[in-house]
């Protein structure tokens, strides 16, 4: 009798958090890494690049490269498959390849981010040329390593999980796990970066200890002689040689049915990922702290939605579920369109509509974002295990190694060659449309000879029509996959496709046929709906107090952020003594924007958001509201500057 691996509940939680330091890194680099060392899509002073301004790779040629370093990342995780799924030692198959990566791979993660060029006495060019051979060599030993580590813990999914109810949970675990890590890359790291003034690269290096998290299955995965897994001689006749496992996975119709949606899904999402920071500070001219308002209306009701997720697809299947997720996020993506300079340009938009469209747009998003993650995880477990099951084959790595060949030949492609090309053009209306290439909105600026003002950026207005386009083409595809992905249907699949397949084994097994456990799954959701909130809040709340005391130099901010944190309806008050004292500031600058109704507004906004959601944490729309204040009196002070300089020029 084998040894169950995961047999605590809180052991299902650890597992799905395994995962969480590297992938957390690898969604920082994705969101921030490019544009970190090729900033021509920010704005000058942004922190979100190395240094701001600087282009440390040579943009014509660094896009190939990188899109070839991720298209290898795909290829070779074919033979890192199989020699996962394979591996016999007295430790296990899985375990010995997750440790043995873990050092390689922290060390090439963060060396991708010193680009030695800089420090090297040369020109420009020499220095961009050494930067972009160091930085793809780097990423090769990078996306290597992380893969088979990855698959190694992805792999041992469909074994430390005994059946679907358990695979749902961990997979659902995996899914909060991953919305957390884009919930603080997207939202929170803006608002860390501009708030401690720090740059991305201090910053990623000050979470490399996060890898660390990749220890934790060496111990939960109970395989190798100490518990009964004989590896060294039992299983030997289960192994299947690379060309048979190619052979099963690649010609497996329900599992490439599958892989076409999910291609379409990650060739927009990844596009949308990579060009995010672009879109919202660069496309829409926002601060840090109002992208972090538009991220938390993405990113902070995702658990919710995944409780919703849930129960729409026990009435309606999984098909028909995803479906509207593609919809409904085709339509958010467009609000990074409408929400635009160059749209609020044309129809004489203002700041707080762009804030409202983002909004909008992210709530709507947020409905798509938790099945992005958890899909590919549990689609993929679950085909596995079923065939391991009916065939006695054991080659679940495979499937996930063939995932990780699509996505990152569709994100190479979609995030490096197409992204990469089209945020180096730039564009005008004024006298006339016209398109030029250029490295910054400065340089397009005066090439084109207008004001920077009068130029935009062409990525960031077409990456919305691209994203949305390849989700609708999603949905419509994913009218070929099965209705749902039980194992009694998956199973049924296999057999239609081999007739002589026997599926008794399934159909007759008791825990196969186990009913979801919804009173489970409604309170981990509902759980984790509330952590998500407040991880937003905890940051989010003494950063915007502080912001309110450094302009008021009256407010208590450490008293009342603890308070509004752990109280209920404490909220309630603090905010209130916020707006008062913002008010009291503007009107100090003559600053007419919380006067008269206006002021009262707010007041009355602000109560009846602290008596729907009494905690501040979670009060999203109480911490908009101020932190969009806190902006306007920040640019007003800042503007006050450029004229007492300007003054002083003058009179110099």
């Not at 790779?57 to 991720?70: E, M, N, Q, R, S």
């Not at 302009?551 to 952020?561: C, G, H």
Request: hydrophobic share 50%.
């Amino acid at each position: 009798m084998k040894v169950k691996s995961l047999d605590k509940k809180w052991k299902e939680f650890l597992f799905g958090f395994s995962g969480f330091g590297p992938n957390f890194l690898m969604v920082l680099m994705g969101a921030y890494f490019t544009d970190a060392i090729n900033p021509a899509a920010l704005g000058e002073g942004s922190f979100q690049a190395i240094a701001s301004g600087t282009c440390f790779i040579l943009p014509a040629v660094f896009p190939i490269l990188f899109a070839i370093a991720k298209a290898f990342d795909g290829i070779i995780d074919i033979p890192f498959a199989h020699v996962t799924d394979t591996l016999s030692t007295k430790w296990g198959r899985r375990r010995p390849t997750i440790l043995a990566c873990l050092i390689p791979m922290t060390l090439a993660f963060a060396m991708c981010w010193l680009p030695i060029g800089r420090w090297i006495p040369c020109s420009q060019f020499t220095m961009q040329l050494i930067n972009t051979i160091w930085i793809i060599i780097w990423a090769l030993i990078f996306f290597a390593t992380y893969t088979l580590a990855m698959i190694s813990y992805y792999g041992s999914l469909s074994t430390t999980c005994s059946d679907e109810p358990q695979r749902l949970r961990v997979s659902g675990y995996k899914s909060f796990f991953d919305t957390i890590s884009y919930c603080l890359v997207y939202a929170l790291v803006p608002l860390i970066l501009s708030g401690a003034q720090i740059h991305i690269d201090k910053f990623v290096f000050m979470c490399l200890p996060l890898m660390l998290t990749l220890l934790i299955p060496l111990f939960l995965i109970k395989e190798g002689e100490k518990y009964g897994y004989p590896e060294n001689d039992g299983l030997q006749e289960e192994k299947i040689s690379i060309g048979e496992s190619m052979k099963l996975t690649f010609k497996n119709k329900i599992f490439m049915r599958w892989e076409a949606v999910n291609c379409c899904t990650y060739f927009g999402l990844q596009m949308f990922l990579v060009g995010m920071n672009a879109l919202i500070i660069g496309g829409m001219g926002m601060s840090g702290g109002e992208m972090a308002i538009l991220n938390t209306c993405a990113f902070a009701p995702v658990p919710v939605m995944l409780y919703l997720f849930n129960k729409l697809k026990a009435k309606k299947g999984i098909r028909f579920t995803y479906q509207t997720c593609l919809i409904s996020f085709a339509v958010s993506i467009m609000s990074f369109f409408f929400g635009s300079n160059f749209f609020m340009g044309l129809v004489g938009g203002t700041k707080l509509v762009q804030i409202i469209i983002g909004c909008i747009g992210g709530l709507f998003g947020s409905w798509a974002i938790g099945a992005f993650f958890m899909m590919p995880y549990h689609v993929t477990a679950q085909v596995s295990a079923v065939e391991e099951k009916l065939t006695k084959k054991n080659h679940s790595a495979m499937y996930f190694a063939a995932n990780c060949v699509f996505t990152s030949v569709v994100g190479a492609i979609s995030g490096s060659i197409v992204y990469e090309n089209i945020k180096m053009l730039f564009f005008k209306t004024e006298g006339g449309f016209a398109i030029k290439w250029a490295e910054s909105f400065e340089a397009a600026a005066t090439s084109f000879g207008v004001a920077e003002n009068q130029v935009f950026n062409f990525g960031t207005a077409l990456v919305p029509f691209i994203v949305s386009l390849f989700c609708i083409l999603g949905a419509v595809l994913a009218s070929k996959m099965p209705k749902d992905y039980t194992p009694k249907l998956v199973a049924e699949e296999f057999k239609k496709h081999d007739p002589s397949l026997d599926i008794s084994v399934i159909e007759n097994d008791p825990s196969y046929n186990v009913k979801e456990e919804k009173s489970e799954i409604i309170f981990v959701q509902l759980g984790l709906s509330v952590l998500s909130g407040f991880i937003f809040g905890f940051i989010w709340v003494p950063l915007l107090f502080k912001s309110i005391k450094e302009q008021t130099k009256s407010f208590k901010n450490v008293l009342f952020a603890i308070f509004s944190c752990v109280v209920p309806f404490f909220g309630i008050y603090s905010s209130l003594q916020a707006l008062k004292a913002l008010k009291a500031k503007a009107d100090e600058m003559e600053l007419n924007i919380l006067s008269g109704k206006k002021y009262i507004g707010h007041m009355v906004a602000l109560i009846a958001s602290g008596v729907c959601l009494p905690l501040l944490p979670i009060n999203v729309v109480t911490l908009a509201l101020l932190q969009n204040n806190v902006n306007k009196i920040y640019e007003a002070e800042d503007k006050a500057e450029e004229a007492v300089a300007e003054t002083v020029a003058v009179e110099a």
